[in-house]
């Protein structure tokens, strides 16, 4: 188990993440909030027969139809909204966290709030790495329109998302040995909730990968 950080970089990585959940949300709200014409039948069919090739399609569609108008019927847009929306979703976990770890230090159970220091650590990787993949995708065809720069591109996606799948599956794991309390089923609830969606977006990137081009 990685040893605690010190309580100010903690503090820091709170206001980091604070500050950058804030002006996530504003982006996102930007490009797919904006009032536009309703989506036909045919983009939310889109959506949720997309949906159905993850593990959690209700999960799926009910986060994304929202996004219809936005996606229509382009695999490579759904996949950036899919990103887009689990980020908000982790970076939210994340400071929720964050929160709980400078209460935890201040209680006697020092293996519940080691998981606790632990967990932030792995969100906030998770975090680093979504954004990295958001970015990609928003990248994507600018290096050249070849199939091997977009599988390239892709790959790098496909690897990140699933890295912050691996963290997000650390940081529950680390809760194990804890004893059980309300600290430890609040936060495992929420971090589960968290790797349905960024398991979903890791099956949409997949199948818009397999499409070999934008």
Known sequence: MRTQRPHCLLFLSLL???????????????????????????????????????LYPDVCYSSLSRYANAVQQDPGQLARVAIAVTLSKVHR??????????????????????ALHDCFTNLGDAVDEIRGSLKQMRQIGAAGTGAGSFLFQMSNVQ??????????E???????????????????????KVKKFTSNALALVNTYANKGGP
């Open 16 to 54: 980091c993440l604070l500050a950058t959940f804030s002006n996530l949300h504003r982006t996102v709200t930007a490009v797919y909030d904006a009032e536009s014409p309703a989506a036909d039948d045919g983009d939310t069919t889109f959506i949720r027969t997309s949906c159905n090739n993850t």
């Open 170 to 192: 650390t940081c529950t794991d680390g809760f194990q040995d804890v004893a059980e309390c309300p600290v430890k089923a609040d936060v495992c609830d929420r971090v589960t």
């Open 93 to 114: 976990t994340a400071s929720y966290v964050s929160n709980l770890t400078r209460d935890a230090d201040y209680t006697a159970d020092s293996r519940a709030t080691s």
């Open 159 to 168: 690897t990140w998302m699933s890295a912050a799948l691996t963290d997000e």
